[in-house]
């Protein structure tokens, strides 16, 4: 079969993914994580899943100390937190440790800046919201379904 959400977020990455995003916390544990896990994985990047409870693999909010945030640059939201109309929800995530280096990926794209999006580029972090995902996701279920 085919997944969109594995096709849209490969090519979402590469638009401002730089060398130094070497580790990735991925937030939420839902349907689309697993396809950023798959394309993490896919470039030989590490990863992290943050969950509100500990795992093996995974971090708890709580766990989420500055040095973690430092030592994961690249952080992956996908949860439902912060979609209109609850714009005033965000991951808890540490954001005063964001810095310059971070790239938040959001994959909510109404609204444009959700709150997570917002603290981040208060600390100067690239910022990118769903919306190309969703756009590269309709452009490629359009390919599938037209050789059908």
């Known amino acids: 079969g085919y997944n969109t959400d594995v096709l849209g977020f490969e090519k979402y990455l590469a638009q401002r ?3 130094h ?10 349907g689309v994580s697993k396809a950023v896990q798959y394309i993490l994985q896919k470039l030989g990047l590490s990863y992290r899943y943050v969950s509100r409870k500990p795992g093996v693999h995974s971090f708890s ?9 430092e030592e994961y640059t690249l952080i992956v939201n996908t949860t439902p937190l912060g979609t209109y109309p609850n714009i005033t929800e965000a991951p808890q995530i540490p954001y005063e440790a964001l810095t310059p280096s971070h790239y938040l990926f959001d994959m ?12 981040g580029e208060e600390k100067g972090a690239i910022i ?18 037209s050789r059908v």
Request: net charge neutral; hydrophobic share 35%; charged share 25%.
């Open 21 to 30: 995003h070497k580790k990735a916390l991925i937030l939420g544990t839902g």
């Open 128 to 145: 990118k919201n769903g919306y190309d995902m969703l756009e590269i996701q309709a452009d490629e279920s359009w390919h599938i379904w």
């Open 17 to 19: 993914w730089q060398p």
């Open 61 to 69: 909010y709580e766990q989420l100390t500055p040095q973690v945030m």
């Open 108 to 119: 909510v794209y109404n609204p444009e800046k959700t709150l997570f999006l917002k603290k």
